[in-house]
């Protein structure tokens, strides 16, 4: 299977703070790249696919970047919804692993 | 309006079998392009992919609990139904179910979600 690597595992950012988070994958992946926002009591959210797509929804301040095996999620200027987890996932074979997460808190 | 929603037991008590009912919406399972998964997240943990189903019927499983998923579809219910044999307190999570379009996005992603069972495994 493909594995995907996240890091930072948390950071502590304030509201309005610039947040970036990194992913890796064990091999080459193209731009099947997808992120997710996961908050406690909420249905897991889609955000950014193939790399750098902003799905229909998702405000503008999250961006995506990068292709082959390093990715880059970007949240500028973060608001207070914003806060939760973060995932990465690969959907460049049918066996779609994700990230280990990035737990964005309150500084 | 996409909707998909889970249902399952609470608690199952170690090495029972755990079934789950994905039960959806808004699109068909019969279309071409569509898929439906299961994904979970353990407290404290990541969210992990466990399987998929697609609409001309191919399964894939996750490597690490292939030997124990089952996952199957009823197209005149909306329904796929996911089983996990020889369940372990390990198995306690949130189980969700989410929706692939390919044709939407090109690539499997999970565009709609459940909002997630929780299930625990104890005696």
């Known amino acids: 299977d493909i594995q995907m690597t996240q890091f930072p595992s948390s950071v502590s950012v304030s509201v309005g703070d610039r947040v970036t988070i990194t992913c890796r994958s064990s091999q080459g992946i193209n731009t099947y790249l997808n992120w997710y926002q996961v908050s406690p009591g909420k249905a897991p959210r889609l955000l950014i696919f193939g790399a750098f797509s902003l799905q229909s929804g998702v405000p503008s301040r999250f961006s995506g970047s990068g292709s082959g095996t390093e990715f880059t999620l970007t949240i500028n200027g973060l608001q207070p919804e914003d806060f939760g987890s973060y995932y990465c996932q690969q959907s460049y074979d049918n066996f779609l692993t994700f990230g280990q997460g990035t737990r964005v808190e309150v500084k | 309006q996409v909707t998909l929603r889970e249902s399952g037991p609470a608690l199952v008590k170690p090495t029972q079998t755990l079934t789950l009912t994905c039960t959806f919406s808004?699109?068909?399972?019969?279309?071409?392009?569509?898929?439906v998964s299961w994904i979970r997240q353990s407290p404290g943990k990541a969210v992990e992919w466990l399987a998929r189903?697609?609409?001309?019927?191919?399964?894939y499983y996750s490597s690490s609990l292939k030997s124990r998923l089952t996952i199957s579809k009823d197209v005149s219910n909306n329904q796929v139904v996911l089983t996990l044999t020889n369940s372990d307190p390990e198995d306690t999570a949130t189980y969700f179910c989410?929706?692939?379009?390919?044709?939407?996005?090109?690539?499997?992603?999970?565009?709609?979600w459940g909002q997630g069972t929780l299930v625990t495994v104890s005696s």
């Open positions: 189903i697609d609409w001309d019927d191919d399964k």
């Open positions: 808004g699109f068909s399972l019969t279309t071409g392009g569509m898929s």
């Open positions: 989410a929706r692939i379009n390919v044709l939407l996005t090109g690539t499997p992603v999970f565009d709609y």
